[in-house]
Each structure stands twice: as structure tokens, then as C-alpha cells.
């Protein structure tokens, strides 16, 4: 009884200490969520940026910073539309945005997707969360591109592609909001930042 009366007339302080209580649990959670955001924009200068006076593209060692490729294939846009949203944003749905998002500006599913550099198909699936109907290209050189949320998928694991086929069809397979497609490229199998590659 005399529990439940120093509650009642501590109630308005018992709240206080809830809430500074909560706020500090949250700390790590909101400074994790910072710091992945602006790491993925680090993490993605430190394995690729494009040298100041060659203007080639430059894949890095990731523990010592040495260039060990340089990149002077031709590359295409994946697709045509709309940037949805770019490499590093937040969204609604996710933190950070591994790649780009390019959107059929009507809604429409069916956009043909091209690859963006010459090189080997290595994964052909579907998850019915994430990516959906995906295609992973090696290009070589530690470097790998995502084409995610596909309606349709025009290629096989092992099959060369040159630069500018038609892989597959623009969907909206997966974690998706509406047609488009999720343009990815990694370097050592971490997502870096697309437009590198496109600018």
C-alpha cells in the first residue's frame, strides 16, 4: 500500500526517469545509424574514385589505398527513367541505399535493363524480400554489378555479356515500392557508389 501511494506521488518523476532511461538506450541505436550513413559515402571514396588528371577510374586497395585497376571499359546506363533515389539516401524503408534507383516514369513494368559493362554473369535468382529477381555481372577486377527487382531475367549463370545487352526486364519483384530497377556495383563485394561509373 505505501509502495503503490510513493508511486502515485512520485509518478510525474518516475516518468522522467523512463524517459532519460529510454533516451540513453537510444543513443547507440541513432549514432549507429549516422555513422552507416556517412561510412558507406568513406568506405565507397576509399575503394574507387576517379584519378584528377587521367580521369580513369581507380579501384583501390582496401588496406593500404594503392590503386590496383584502373577501369577503362565502356560502360551504358542500366536503364532509362527516373533517379528515385541515389547511392547512400535514406528512405522510409531503409537507412542507406546500396545503389541507385532508376523508375519507368509512368509506372510501367517492363523497361528493358542493359548491362552496364562487359563481363560474366555469376548469379541468377529471386528472394521474395530484398532484391526479388536479381542478376549479379563480374566485370573483373573485384568488381561486380546488381540489377534487383526484375519482372523477367533474359540471362544464364557462366554467359558472357557485352557491354549494353538486354539482361532482363524492369520490375517490381522483391522489397519493392513500384517498377524500377535497383542498379548496384561493389567493389570487393562492398557497395559502392554507381555514379562513378556513369557520370
Known sequence: MFGTLLFWSYKKEFGYVITAFLLVLALPVVAVIILTKTGISIVS???????????????????????????????VWPAEGIITLEFGESSRYQLFHTGIDIANPYGVIGDPVFAF?????????????????HVIIDHGNNLTSVYAHLDRVLVYPQQEIDVGRNIGLEGNTGWATGPHLHFETRVYGIPVNPRIFLE
Do not use: Q
Open 45 to 75: 571514396d576509399a575503394l574507387i574514385g576517379i584519378n584528377p588528371i587521367t580521369r580513369a577510374i581507380e579501384i583501390k586497395n582496401p588496406v593500404d589505398g594503392t590503386v590496383t585497376a584502373i577501369i577503362t571499359k565502356p560502360v
Open 117 to 133: 559493362m562487359e563481363g560474366k554473369v555469376i548469379f541468377v535468382g529471386e528472394s521474395f524480400i530484398g532484391y526479388g529477381k
